[in-house]
């Protein structure tokens, strides 16, 4: 009867697709959720200094107070303004999960589980922990072809996880209706956990290894002081501190404003129910597994002898907390809940119904609705803020539940060694920047909300609060005539149409409608001309006394020559890939860096704090939004922009490589001859008002060549066949650059003492266990996109980290990295996509060369290779 309804308590969610549900300590009192009320902290000593103070004594906070200090660190503070687990802890569902489309975050969670297994018998502290597994739901081809996708980006890591068919999932949960039902998504360690328990016993563990949890404590104030430290301002006193973490859930929001930041966090209601028992729930000789139907957008779960779920509204129907983002949260909110509202979710609750029966004559004892905090895309913001130094941030945690144990690990990990344990860009609080204003983040928090069970695709695009105020100065030209990309903030084509296409966006996860055109945009670079917009490129300039040697400690190449660029990396002091950024020397000692748009601040900051720590008088200046940036690539590019120009464009005047100012067609330009096509090719960098004066100018040149557009799909497509790497795939913090085959760009015999040099040497004398390859394979339909599992004498081997098809040789690429002894030209492999092995071989790269070395080959009477 599942119409008997009485509201009461807790909220917090679990996504189907992030896995990590959220949820209750707000049920009844037991075994595994009663409460004792906690004492207040404050007979603990005070201290008036400490190495860190974390903000917040949420699930997340305290889990961090326990890795540093497990790890070591002696004065660790946390402070919380009411008690533990008040604000969203004390009520989620408590979901906890292996699954998580991304990669990286596979990691947070199976170290969080592993955590709780045994976080009990190290606390003396019960955490009510249960493991009955989970099975998301395939009711839809579609859907099934996601499991095959995600299946193949499981493949090389630990998790235990498996595609099931109907008998099995029946078998494993009978209390299912299986009309509907064509596979399950099979996750055997998956389960539940009680937030409120977990909390408390990562409080005992963190007392235990001398951390102090003071409460009820608020931060009035921060105080930033010159020599990088902290002064946390409460009613009880100051306490100096090295480093501040802010951990305070929703009301990060209003630590952030204390130091001039709006972090964009969104406060979302989230409900979920708790039935009274139901009999057959109770005959059952073990617990259900956690169910998440996909397509009705709710998780459910055993709770005792009842069930428990939690809906995912649509984002015309789900509800944001506007007075708290406009106003603040109300000072004394606590552990407090919303009024439900079961009308909301009403059509979640009849798809529950219809897939389990057995609801229909439940009656609801606990409906919860509570406070969770969305970031635009739904990911948390994890990791040092750009701009301020020693701050550190852990908020915006839609599923901090699963995420507490890992985060806690890796940021405690991260501050011990001055780098992160692995590479998690995407939690990368420095993504967002002042494009993400009020509006932007609830907008998108409501499609991230709404779309919380959405099929996730390759090339996902999501389109609410698009375009942001950063635009392009070629958008409002362009906009008609593409396929538009989300890049930072920026709008970017991805791919151009003509008369005939299937326009628009398409996703898919074989070949759709952008293949052809992309092939079409291809061969247009490669015979003729094309015009690409990189202007969403992260722009630096760095200038004064020190500028060299600044960037002779930051990167392992050597340092450009004046009016010459060239690529360089910083590195790690473990020696992985922190960055790759192209460098120019436009003037002596006055540098232009340029980066990937995702990277922008991320490189920025760790450069900032090299410059600070190393004490280098340099001006470091952001010029990113002040600039644009055109691509001319092809056989005519010299052709065209010669026309513009009296400049000599000549290959003896102007080298691969060279960077000079000049006009074109009266416009002030800095042109690097340098492509990522790596075809003949120029970037030209201008203010950002003078973008569609100069496009026009080059395409009105250009006619007689036949010029056209092209996108970074059709640049990807160049790219790979060249063999040219992309940082956050063939290298980042997961890499070295030896394995990831980047030798030619790091000098390790030049002077300079660089960051990351002597682990360098160490990894180079010791040999290297894995090694990026570059394959070719025959596919049908599907074409590699990266992350995907390479397969050897049926063992998972390695994994992909980009590809896609060649349409020179008309077959697939891609890079991988695979174990050393399997790393030589001829070695045939296998590469999964959805579910099907393809044969693969490795080759010896690149498939095409470069135009540099075509043009140098051909003064030495070679031929070019295809």
């Not at 109300?330 to 609801?359: C, N, Q, T, W, Y």
């Not at 590809?803 to 174990?819: C, E, K, V």
Request: net charge negative.
């Amino acid at each position: 009867m599942l119409g008997c309804l009485v509201p009461l308590p807790s909220c917090d969610g679990a996504d189907a697709r992030d896995g990590a549900a959220q949820g209750s300590a707000a049920r009844s009192a037991g075994p595994d959720g009663g409460k004792e009320k906690p004492s207040s902290s404050l007979g603990e000593r005070w201290k008036d200094t400490a190495e860190t103070v974390i903000i917040g004594g949420g699930c997340v906070g305290v889990s961090l107070a326990y890795h540093l200090a497990k790890a070591g660190m002696k004065d660790v503070v946390l402070l919380e303004k009411s008690e533990l687990t008040a604000g969203s802890t004390w009520h989620a569902a408590g979901l906890t999960t292996y699954f998580h489309p991304g990669i990286n975050l596979k990691k947070i969670h199976h170290y969080s589980i592993k955590l709780y297994e045994t976080l009990e018998e190290e606390t003396e502290q019960a955490v009510g922990f249960h493991n009955p597994g989970s099975i998301r739901i395939a009711s839809t081809p579609t859907r099934v072809d996601e499991f095959r996708y995600q299946m193949t980006r499981a493949g090389w890591h630990a998790t235990e996880q498996y595609i099931i068919g109907p008998e099995k999932v029946q078998e494993l949960c009978p209390l299912l209706n299986m009309e509907k039902v064509l596979a399950g998504l099979y996750n055997p360690g998956d389960g539940h956990i009680d937030p409120y328990s977990l909390t408390m016993a990562l409080a005992a563990g963190a007392r235990k290894y001398g951390a102090l949890l003071n409460y009820p404590v608020q931060v009035t104030n921060l105080n930033s002081r010159s020599d990088g430290t902290w002064e946390v301002e409460t009613p009880l006193g100051v306490i100096r501190a090295n480093r501040i973490v802010n951990t305070a859930g929703f009301w990060a929001r209003e630590i952030g404003k204390m130091i001039g930041l709006q972090h964009p966090l969104i406060p979302v209601h989230h409900q979920y129910v708790v039935t009274s028992t139901i009999p057959e729930v109770k005959a059952l000789k073990r617990e259900l597994p956690v169910i998440r139907d996909l397509e009705g957008s709710y998780y459910l779960r055993q709770e005792r002898d009842g069930l428990l779920f939690g809906p995912y509204e649509s984002q015309e129907k789900m509800k944001i907390q506007e007075s708290w983002v406009t106003n603040g949260v109300p000072p004394g909110f606590g552990k407090e809940l919303f009024e439900s509202d079961l009308d909301r979710i009403m059509e979640h609750i009849e798809a529950a119904m219809a897939m389990v029966p057995v609801l229909k004559q439940a009656d609801i004892i606990n409906t919860v609705a509570g406070p969770i905090t969305y970031s635009p895309d739904i990911l948390p913001m994890v990791g040092p803020h750009q701009g301020v130094r020693n701050y550190w941030v852990a908020i915006g945690f839609g599923y901090g539940i699963i995420h507490a144990g890992g985060i806690g690990k890796y940021l405690s990990d991260w501050i011990f060694n001055g780098e992160p344990p692995f590479d998690l860009i995407e939690l990368d609080p420095n993504r967002y920047g002042k494009w993400t204003t009020t509006e932007y983040t609830a907008i998108k928090a409501r499609e991230s909300y709404g779309f919380n069970n959405i099929i996730g695709y390759p090339k996902e695009e999501r389109f609410a609060g698009r375009p942001t105020e950063r635009a392009s100065g070629l958008y409002e030209v362009l906009k008609s005539k593409c396929s538009m990309g989300f890049h930072a903030g920026w709008e970017q084509p991805h791919w151009f149409y003509k008369p005939g296409d299937e326009i628009g966006y398409k996703p898919s996860f074989q070949r759709t409608n952008w293949f052809e055109p992309v092939g079409r945009e291809y061969h247009q670079v490669v015979e003729k001309v094309g015009v690409i917009d990189l202007s969403p490129f992260g722009k630096f300039k760095i200038r004064g006394k020190d500028s060299v040697k600044l960037l002779d400690h930051l990167f392992a190449n050597v340092i450009p020559k004046v009016g010459t660029t060239n690529i360089n990396h910083m590195l790690t002091p473990t020696g992985k890939v922190y960055a790759e950024l192209t460098v120019s020397q436009l003037y002596p000692g006055e540098f232009m860096l340029i980066t990937g748009s995702g990277s922008e601040l991320h490189d920025l900051r760790w450069i900032e704090e090299e410059s600070k720590a190393g004490g280098y008088n340099v001006e470091i200046k952001n010029i990113t939004d002040e600039m644009g940036v055109l691509g001319v690539a092809g056989p005519y590019a010299r052709k065209v922009l010669q026309k513009l120009t009296t400049e000599d464009l000549s290959a003896a005047a102007f080298k691969f490589l060279q960077a000079r100012h000049f006009k074109f067609s009266d416009i002030d330009v800095t042109a690097i001859r340098i492509s990522y096509t790596g075809e003949l090719g120029w970037e030209l960098y201008h203010k950002k008002e003078d973008s569609a004066a100069l496009y026009n100018a080059i395409m009105e040149a250009g006619q007689e060549e036949g010029i056209d557009n092209f996108g970074t799909y059709a640049m990807n497509v160049l790219r790979l066949e060249k063999a040219f790497r992309a940082w956050g795939a063939e290298m980042n913090c997961d890499t070295n650059p030896l394995e990831a085959g980047l030798e030619y760009f790091i000098k390790l015999n030049k002077p300079a003492d660089f960051i990351g040099k002597q682990a360098l040497k160490q990894i180079k004398e010791k040999g290297l266990k894995q090694r990026l390859v570059y394959l070719t394979l025959k596919t049908d339909n599907v074409d590699p996109e990266g992350n995907e599992s390479v397969w050897y004498n049926g063992k998972v081997v390695g994994n992909t980290t980009s590809g896609s098809y060649s349409y020179s040789t008309q077959q697939s690429l891609a890079f991988a990295y695979i174990p050393t002894e399997l790393s030589k030209a001829g070695q045939k492999l296998e590469v999964e996509l959805l579910g099907k092995k393809y044969l693969a071989a490795v080759i010896q790269e690149p498939l095409v060369l470069t135009e540099p070395t075509r043009e140098r080959l051909q003064r030495k009477g070679g031929s070019a290779k295809v």
